[in-house]
């Protein structure tokens, strides 16, 4: 009926402005070097950028960011606790250069947290410094926390979709951590492949040898 097909119509354009008007949102609400909120960071390297919306940025003046660097959107940049904020010290969370970070990603850093050059992950990747713990069993176990352990990823890995980084892990250069992995205090070699929960390593790469299967 003529009455309907003006009434798709309608709603078909309601449908492509809002659909343009989000994607002029998106591309301004990035967070660019250039903006004013950028200047809170610790650094906040060239040619990088947050996309919008973001989840949480918090403890900006102890984060540095790398040049040439992504952050997808729904991120969660954290460091330290707000009580600390504006605290003066190092940087608590650094990612390197050339970087992509994928939707959703979550570093919550609360002493030390650094991520290497040409690091890439799928989607919904978490890592932190920081867990909960569970051995007073008078306390809930959300208020009870473990020491912080520093956690580092080295240059040139990647981190599949859903993959935990847990407190103390050390991971290596070129590295596979596999999607869902939960890798806990882990200290992973160079040129490897990590899966499972919790992650042990599955493939490993030995000069002479090539990529092979450990024992």
């Known amino acids: 009926m003529p ?3 003006f009434t798709d119509r309608c709603a078909r354009a309601v449908g492509d402005v809002l659909y343009a008007g989000w994607q002029q949102v998106v591309r301004y609400g990035a967070l660019g070097p250039r903006h004013r909120r950028a200047r809170r ?3 906040f390297g060239t040619g990088s950028f ?3 919306p973001p989840t949480v940025i918090f ?3 102890r984060i540095e960011i790398g040049d040439h660097t992504t952050v997808g959107p729904l991120a969660t940049l954290s460091a330290g ?3 600390q904020v504006g ?3 190092g940087p608590v969370i650094t990612i390197g250069d ?3 970070l994928g939707k959703g990603i979550g570093i919550v850093g609360h002493e030390r947290i650094e991520l290497g050059d040409d690091i890439w992950t799928g989607h919904y990747v978490y890592v932190t410094d920081q867990n909960h713990g569970y051995e007073d069993l008078d306390l809930p176990i959300g208020t009870q926390l473990w020491k912080n352990e520093p956690v580092t990823i080295g240059s040139g890995s990647w981190l599949g979709h859903g993959a935990v980084v ?4 050390r991971i290596g250069e070129h590295v596979v951590i596999a999607a869902g992995a939960v890798v806990a205090g882990l200290e992973v070699p160079d040129r490897s492949v990590v899966a499972g929960v919790p992650a042990r390593t599955i493939r490993r790469w030995v000069e002479g040898r090539g990529w092979v299967t450990p024992d």
Do not use: K, N, Q, T
Request: hydrophobic residues 35%; glycine residues 12%.
């Open 3 to 5: 009455e309907d097909r």
């Open 87 to 89: 605290m003066s010290g």
């Open 41 to 43: 960071f610790a650094h």
């Open 166 to 169: 847990l407190p103390g892990s």
């Open 50 to 52: 947050v996309a919008f």
């Open 98 to 100: 050339r970087c992509m």
């Open 59 to 61: 403890g900006e003046e």
């Open 81 to 83: 606790f707000p009580s």
